[in-house]
């Protein structure tokens, strides 16, 4: 299932504790489900930790005027500790901070920040920013930062940001989801263009598992238009994801779905 | 070892990570605890550097708040 795989689980579990995913090999035989409540557990306690000095941090934010408090943000402030003093502002505080920053530290604070813990934040900030933003973190393959925040952007700033990406981007995304239930409605706004990408993708970057989960995941409809592209898009893919299949790296549900 | 993965998770883990080998638990120990160790430093230095950076006349606001 995209985003519920062990391995997935293991990338954002490493991604949280700042070492590389083969560092946690070790938790290999761990359900995604148990993965992801340990992860959760983290996540609270090392907030919960320093809750008193990110209080301090947000409060101070709020005490001098804004543009103050996003310079100063911007320029000591290091994105992890942004990113955990940003839960504790107000939504509307939050979206003039995020105004006056540049893209790149707004990367760098997405890229520390659990939207999961301030969904509130995430949600009003504008879609402009957030496909700027997207873009800013798909060229530093931020893949497992952008999976969680799809959970909790608007609809406005979702199609903003799908139509800023690329189909390996978005393939490599879908892999990652923490949640799933937005798949449809991502499939919905993807060009055909996009979609030629994800098989092409799927093909020269050997991202058989990443195809693999994701058509599994797809209701029929998107499905079929997957196998539709399939069939228009020539001899190499389509060879690619017979030999992918051959090879036992394309599970049979997959390729059944696409090789109709 | 386990008290130690509890202790920093504030919690019992879950049990499939409660059942993990000792060395593994302690393994993972180990990584919340430099995770958590390494967000302190940076905390240290951040109210520091905020301290330096308000402008002047904000600076016994912000020392007042952040308790530096």
């Given at each position: 299932m995209v985003g519920s795989s062990v391995a997935s689980e293991i990338e954002k579990l490493a991604h949280q504790l700042g070492v590389p995913a083969e560092q946690l090999?070790?938790?290999?035989?761990?359900?995604p489900e148990q993965l992801r409540e340990l992860r959760a557990q983290i996540g609270d306690a090392l907030f919960e930790a320093e809750r008193h000095r990110f209080t301090r941090m947000a409060l101070l934010s709020k005490a001098v005027p804004v543009a103050v408090a996003a310079k100063v943000s911007e320029a000591v402030l290091p994105p992890l500790l942004a990113a955990r003093t940003a839960e504790l502002f107000d939504p509307h505080r939050a979206v003039e901070m995020v105004a006056r920053m540049s893209d790149a530290y707004l990367a760098n604070v997405a890229a520390a920040m659990d939207p999961s813990r301030s969904p509130e934040v995430v949600v009003a900030i504008p879609p402009e920013r957030v496909a700027l933003v997207g873009r800013e973190l798909a060229r530093r393959r931020e893949w497992v930062v952008m999976g969680a925040f799809v959970s909790f952007v608007s609809p406005a700033a979702l199609r903003a940001a799908v139509q800023v990406l690329t189909g390996e981007q978005l393939l490599r995304i879908s892999f990652v989801l923490?949640?799933?239930?937005r798949l449809a409605e991502i499939s919905e706004l993807l060009s055909d263009r996009q979609v030629d990408q994800i098989l092409q993708a799927a093909m020269r970057h050997e991202l058989w598992r990443e195809l693999d989960e994701l058509v599994g995941e797809l209701g029929d409809k998107h499905a079929d238009r997957l196998a539709e592209r399939l069939d228009v898009a020539g001899a190499e893919v389509c060879s690619a994801v017979t030999a992918a299949h051959a090879a036992g790296r394309l599970g049979d549900v997959a390729y059944g779905r696409l090789a109709r | 070892v386990s008290d130690r993965l509890s202790e920093l998770l504030g919690t019992e883990p879950p049990a499939e990570i409660a059942a993990l080998p000792d060395r593994t638990r302690a393994q993972l120990a180990q990584l919340v605890g430099a995770a958590r160790a390494q967000q302190g430093r940076d905390l240290d230095m951040a109210f520091a550097a905020v301290i330096k950076t308000v402008p002047l006349p904000l600076r016994p606001i912000a020392r007042r708040i952040l308790g530096a």
């Open positions: 090999a070790c938790l290999d035989p761990i359900s923490d949640d799933t239930n | -």
